[in-house]
């Protein structure tokens, strides 16, 4: 069942997606739910990102050959990094936006961002030090993120990539959420402007999604509606205002969003 | 005034400090409230972290004497890093524990912690690019953390920091927010079972908060009830489990948490 999140006449609610609908859900998704008899053209709606997360989890260089173009760029000793799972936080809140919504380009960094297309796993009850075998209980589903950056990496100072990998809207996540689907057989497609740049395969990751929920939670409690994404099948190239990037799973479906630069002022 | 978070018969409240009794707020801290008539003294109520933040960032490197001793370990070239702003996330949810709460150490890291006792700003409104003129608009008040690490950097292939710095617990927090006090002229006190081993000065700061508020809000959007750890004075030591830490700013009031392991199973 795919769920999304959206406001209609001013209300966000979630809703159950059926081909050019959305039928309303009343409860919490995390919890008790029924889906309702009431329904409304997706056209009508605007989708919102498919849950404000406690925290937003990803996972750097999570497929050998997105690894093997890295360390020609930056050295052996990139190997040593993912011998240990090593997930970065991006924001929650700003950074996070819809299918649909702009990714803007703030004024202080390079005109250009690297799109990378990444299946994402969302959180469906607390997990505390879960093992790989219990993981799947936890998870609720899974979605689609554009894990955006700007520039190279440590540019102009940033150290700790906090302006190139979370400004605001450098995190579009949806469509929405599908809740069954075996996450280790997908294909990941990137388009701009429509045509085919990329497609890589979740079979190729090198820690799988149960293994990454265990991981995490040995240290860090996931809450409901956290989002972990799971790392791109290879490195992009850069892309200007006024392209358009999409992410599609097909299982999942796309996460389209332009580029934009802010103005100056 | 004091604002502090708690809980009370099992209510999540917000309420106003005053000496040893708390005042109950209606309404938001961050729109239009009351303060009632109904009291509850301070040793009957549970006090929680004093927001549950959007983003909780922190600043490492903010004082000239922790710069120095940290270029004494790993050399000049960390002296780039603080030309430029260079916030970083920790984990919101179950990483943030009030004051009275025990800082655990999971199993898998060393067996000790350091503190970093510190100043944090809490946000009250959305702040997006404002001026560091315009930013103590933006801030509702002060409060306290002690930003845990634990081992060195990069310990165990740690690069993200992830699990030194945001493992469940690893940031305490209060104990309440103090909304009027003058953030560049306070000491800041650490206490190791009751002994003084730390003293410091805001006054010693390189960025002032609405320095910091401004630098963040260019690229990222603050929230209300976004916390900002502003930096610790200078290195500390490592602490056992048994140990219990203080933080104090007198202005704001004390950050006591025990040190324990979690039971390896």
């Known amino acids: 069942m795919k769920i999304a999140r959206f406001i209609v006449d001013g209300f966000a609610c979630y809703g159950q997606v059926e ?57 052996e000793g990139l190997r040593e990094r993912i011998k240990h799972l090593n997930p970065f936080l991006k924001g929650s809140g700003s950074s996070i936006v819809a299918t649909g919504e702009a ?41 689609i993120a554009d894990d955006v950056g700007a520039g190279p990496v440590w540019f102009h100072g940033d150290f700790t990539n906090w302006r190139t990998k979370t400004s605001d809207s450098f995190a579009p996540v ?16 990137v388009r701009v402007n429509g045509h085919e740049e990329q497609r890589g395969t979740t079979r190729d990751m090198v820690r799988n999604c149960y293994e990454i929920v265990s991981g995490i939670s040995r240290y860090c409690t996931l ?41 100056a002022s």
């Open 103 to 143: 990714i803007v380009i703030p004024p202080g960094l390079p005109d250009f961002i690297d799109y990378e297309g990444e299946l994402c796993i969302v959180i469906g009850r607390p997990a505390h030090r879960v093992s790989p075998e219990d993981a799947p209980d936890y998870i609720l589903g899974y979605t």
């Open 223 to 263: 809450h409901p509606g956290d989002i972990i994404s799971t790392g791109s099948p290879s490195p992009s190239r850069p892309l200007k205002p006024g392209e358009v990037v999409e992410v599609e799973i097909p299982e999942i479906g796309v996460l389209r969003n332009p580029i934009v630069s802010a103005p």
């Open 174 to 189: 949806g469509p929405w959420i599908e809740t069954e689907m075996d996450p280790h057989n997908v294909d990941i497609i």
């Open 19 to 75: 081909e050019a609908e959305v039928r309303a859900i009343q409860g919490s998704i995390f919890g008790d739910y029924r889906v309702t008899g009431l329904t409304f053209p997706l056209s009508r709606v605007k989708l919102l990102p498919p849950t404000q997360p406690v925290n937003f989890w990803n996972i750097g260089l999570n497929y050998q050959h997105h690894l093997e173009s890295r360390v020609e760029e930056y050295g």
